[in-house]
């Protein structure tokens, strides 16, 4: 089956600095999707990108299909950013997911 | 909009027994899935439904059964609860194969 690597496994940050988390996948997809769930547990939906970029405020995410791979940024980082970012992609065209096992990010005031 | 609502949060069950875990979305979305999650890992896939009166397996169905009879509700059924079930399990919904998913808030489940 497919495989999902995210990068790094854990990052600590400073509030106020930047970062990228990296997203790698071994087959084609049809759909790619960025979550992060926060310390109670809530699984918030970032992005839907299968391909090119998007911004939302802080956060940008671009995604490379032919090359494999997906980039979340995050700038100015807070501390309500710290939780766990998970990708997750879908070959079924059902949109059935497939994550990974997530990048956990703590940012320190 | 309620968004995704799962019912209960937190759950203690004894080996053996069967429950129905809720969850209904008021999103009008056609596709529902059940997700499950362990300590440390990402989600794994359940059983999935992509409009009322379809359903079909994911990556570990083995021990639960789904139904999706209307558009709002998609019940997951434990049939006999084992320790292996112990878990977190996350149910979302979204409004085609080409949109991004809403999920719930979880239930804690820990089989006894």
């Known amino acids: 089956g497919i495989q999902v690597e995210q990068s790094p496994p854990d990052l600590i940050l400073q509030e106020g600095a930047n970062s990228t988390l990296r997203c790698n996948f071994s087959d084609s997809v049809n759909n790619l999707q960025w979550f992060h769930q926060n310390p109670w547990g809530q699984l918030i939906n970032l992005f839907y990108i299968p391909s090119g970029t998007k911004q939302n405020g802080r956060l940008s995410a671009t995604t490379v299909a032919t090359e494999r791979y997906s980039l979340l940024y995050i700038s100015s980082s807070q501390t309500t950013d710290s939780g766990v970012y998970f990708c997750?992609?879908?070959?079924?065209?059902?949109?059935?997911?497939?994550f990974g096992t997530g990048t956990r990010l703590t940012v320190i005031p | 909009n309620a968004g995704v609502t799962q019912t209960p949060k937190f759950q203690v069950l004894k080996t053996g027994q069967s429950m129905t875990l809720q969850c209904a979305q008021d999103?009008?979305?056609?596709?529902m899935s059940w997700y499950r999650q362990d300590p440390g890992m990402g989600l794994r896939l359940i059983h999935y439904?992509?409009?009322?009166?379809?359903?079909d397996q994911g990556e570990v169905p083995n021990g639960y059964n789904v139904s999706r009879s209307t558009t709002e509700d998609f019940p997951l059924r434990l049939l006999s609860a084992a320790p292996s079930q112990t878990s977190v399990y996350f149910c979302?919904?979204?409004?085609?194969?080409?949109?991004?998913?809403?999920f719930g808030s979880g239930t804690r489940l820990t089989v006894v």
């Open positions: 999103m009008n979305h056609e596709y």
């Open positions: 997750a992609v879908d070959q079924t065209g059902a949109n059935n997911l497939f």
């Open positions: 439904s992509v409009g009322a009166g379809i359903t």
């Open positions: 979302a919904s979204a409004r085609g194969s080409n949109y991004g998913y809403t």
